[in-house]
């Protein structure tokens, strides 16, 4: 039946302590055990949000511009489970202000079947289309892979037959930790394919609103009254839509990204 309630609220008391975890992971020994038992098999992408994105014109899903959130959905339609969490454990710990902490994250294929059924729900597919978008629509960004944590914390196996759908806050979010955590495991967290970040020097006013409290990843300063995006960047696009200059855009290069990440996660969670 998955982990006890007791178990999850031990886990949101530490939550306030990951940062300090991150650090204790670049000590070689603690990383390299850390990371076996907790991102073992990790492979998660950040989906830009749809209406920041630039698209090539030609690329074009049933009759429409292929969007990001393509991909979760074509993962909800291909899935035989689906079950939305009654809270996100992020925001819950986080006793988060700012986003609903009921919006939970959506879990697909066999291994959701055992989790615990008090903290959520199995839904239908058109349940589950349904979160989704009203996740987009309140400004959340999509994470999509295989996250071994969640294996761990809520007590499921095996973790190639659970597919993770997080619906991340800035604020909040558990991987704003990424910049404190060895590379090798910051790796494991990427970009979806054919993203490019890129900032107009001649729009931008270097006003620093990008850079408070916006990126998950600390990706984005100001340099010589200018915003840079370093390597950090996962490519969500936030950045983009606060920007009051539209001085930064992100534009997706590659026409087959779609199939290209379907097929890269489809390699590591089954979820038929």
Same mark, same amino acid.
């Given at each position: 039946?998955g982990?006890?309630?007791?178990?999850?609220?031990?886990?949101?008391?530490?939550?306030?302590?990951?940062?300090?975890?991150?650090?204790?992971?670049?000590?070689?020994?603690?990383?390299?055990?850390?990371?076996?038992?907790v991102?073992?098999g990790?492979?998660?992408?950040?989906?830009?949000?749809?209406?920041?994105?630039?698209?090539?014109?030609?690329?074009?899903?049933?009759?429409?511009?292929?969007?990001?959130?393509?991909?979760?959905?074509?993962?909800?339609?291909?899935?035989?489970?689906?079950?939305?969490? !009654?809270?996100?454990?992020? &925001?819950?710990? =986080? $006793?988060?202000?700012?986003?609903?902490?009921?919006?939970? %994250?959506l879990? @697909? *294929?066999?291994?959701?079947?055992?989790? !615990?059924?008090?903290?959520? &729900?199995?839904? =239908? $597919?058109?349940?589950?289309?349904?979160?989704?978008?009203? %996740?987009?629509? @309140? *400004?959340?960004v999509?994470?999509?892979?295989?996250?071994?944590?969640?294996?761990?914390?809520?007590?499921?196996?095996?973790?190639?037959?659970?597919?993770?759908?997080?619906?991340?806050?800035?604020?909040?979010?558990?991987?704003?930790?990424?910049?404190?955590?060895?590379?090798?495991?910051?790796?494991?967290?990427?970009?979806?394919?054919?993203?490019?970040?890129?900032?107009?020097?001649?729009?931008?006013?270097?006003?620093?609103?990008?850079?408070?409290?916006?990126?998950?990843?600390?990706?984005?300063?100001v340099?010589?009254?200018?915003?840079?995006?370093?390597?950090?960047?996962?490519?969500?696009?936030?950045?983009?839509?606060i920007?009051?200059?539209?001085?930064?855009?992100?534009?997706?290069?590659?026409?087959?990204?779609?199939?290209?990440?379907?097929?890269?996660?489809?390699?590591?969670?089954?979820?038929?």
């Amino acid at each position: 039946m998955g982990r006890p309630v007791w178990f999850v609220e031990l886990i949101k008391r530490t939550f306030s302590k990951r940062f300090i975890i991150g650090k204790m992971m670049k000590i070689p020994v603690v990383g390299s055990f850390i990371k076996k038992m907790v991102f073992g098999g990790d492979d998660i992408i950040f989906l830009p949000k749809d209406y920041v994105v630039l698209v090539q014109q030609s690329v074009v899903y049933a009759g429409q511009m292929v969007l990001p959130s393509h991909i979760v959905e074509y993962f909800i339609e291909e899935a035989s489970f689906h079950w939305v969490m !009654n809270f996100c454990i992020c &925001r819950s710990a =986080s $006793k988060c202000k700012d986003y609903p902490i009921e919006l939970g %994250c959506l879990f @697909l *294929g066999e291994a959701a079947r055992g989790i !615990n059924p008090q903290f959520g &729900r199995p839904v =239908s $597919k058109e349940e589950a289309l349904a979160h989704v978008r009203r %996740c987009r629509q @309140l *400004g959340l960004v999509h994470l999509i892979g295989r996250n071994k944590l969640d294996e761990l914390w809520l007590g499921v196996k095996p973790g190639e037959k659970l597919l993770s759908v997080c619906n991340c806050c800035p604020c909040c979010c558990l991987y704003k930790v990424l910049p404190y955590l060895p590379s090798d495991i910051g790796g494991m967290f990427t970009k979806m394919p054919g993203v490019i970040m890129n900032v107009d020097e001649h729009l931008c006013q270097g006003c620093g609103i990008c850079t408070q409290g916006v990126c998950f990843t600390n990706a984005i300063h100001v340099f010589n009254k200018k915003a840079v995006i370093s390597n950090e960047c996962r490519g969500c696009g936030r950045c983009v839509e606060i920007c009051p200059q539209k001085a930064i855009s992100l534009t997706i290069t590659d026409p087959t990204f779609l199939e290209t990440t379907i097929t890269h996660i489809s390699h590591v969670v089954d979820v038929k």
